[in-house]
């Protein structure tokens, strides 16, 4: 669900080495699905020049729009200035309060539930006088549901969002907006953003339409700055 106030969205300074920002390997995590919406102005076609406005002076933020940056060459486009850029960009990010909920269930235990059949061989071993019989018997097994195991734990999640807006050059008003919604386990936004900000350059020249569902692999994150890295070589 998106947010509709980011007001209420605690924005993060947290320091964060660019080798984490940069290569998500260095975490261990599920893929991360997000919602991203495109509202506004035609999309901007690859090869326009993008100046990520800066949000605040923070380190934190740096690195986000340098991966921003990244994000998007990968697609086409370029870095500009303040003064050339045919689009500036500002970004607004954050992520909401923990919440928490009980989830409960059972789960069903396995095990041999009877017996489904029998089966007795014997041999006859002439004596003296007579005969003596010995006999052994088998019995096939069955197996199934047995009973349910409950089980019950606190699980916590986290909204999370990233917001940009695009302007021309001498404009004042954005003609662009580009959101992108997720909700998940990791309370960690220095984690996340880099996932939300590959799913927010895929849909950056396309035109708006409905919201999107996006998951995103580390390895789509890897790939990207692996790219731009060899291009840098």
């Known amino acids: 669900m998106l947010f509709r106030s980011l007001g209420k969205l605690l924005l993060h300074s947290l320091p964060l080495a660019v080798t984490c920002l940069t290569l998500v390997s260095c975490q261990t ?7 991203v919406t495109r509202y506004g102005a035609t999309a901007e076609p690859p090869g326009s020049k993008v100046y990520m406005e800066p949000v605040n002076s923070s380190l934190t933020d740096e690195q986000y729009r340098e991966f921003a940056y990244r994000a998007l060459e990968s697609y086409g486009y370029l870095r500009g200035t303040k003064g050339d850029a045919d ?3 500002r970004m607004v990010y954050g992520i909401g309060q923990e919440k928490r909920s009980q989830v409960s269930g059972s789960l069903p235990v396995f095990g041999q539930t009877g017996v489904s059949s029998s089966h007795t061989y014997g041999t006859v071993t002439p004596n003296y006088g007579g005969a003596s019989f010995t006999a ?4 096939v097994p069955t197996y199934g549901i047995t009973g349910y ?3 019950s734990y606190v699980e ?6 990233l917001v940009m807006e695009g302007k021309k050059q001498k404009s ?3 003609h662009w907006r580009l959101e992108v919604a997720s909700t998940g ?8 953003m880099p996932y939300m900000l590959v799913a927010a350059a895929d849909r950056f020249g396309i035109a708006p339409g409905i919201p999107t569902l996006r998951e995103i692999k580390p390895s789509a994150v890897n790939r990207m700055v692996h790219r731009l890295t060899s291009k840098k070589e």
């Open 136 to 139: 052994d018997t088998y019995n």
């Open 149 to 151: 195991r409950p089980y």
């Open 29 to 35: 995590a599920p893929n991360v699905f997000a919602t």
């Open 87 to 89: 689009v500036v960009v």
């Open 185 to 192: 386990s990791s309370g960690d936004l220095t984690y996340v």
């Open 172 to 174: 004042s008003r954005p």
């Open 156 to 161: 916590s999640t986290y909204d999370r969002q």
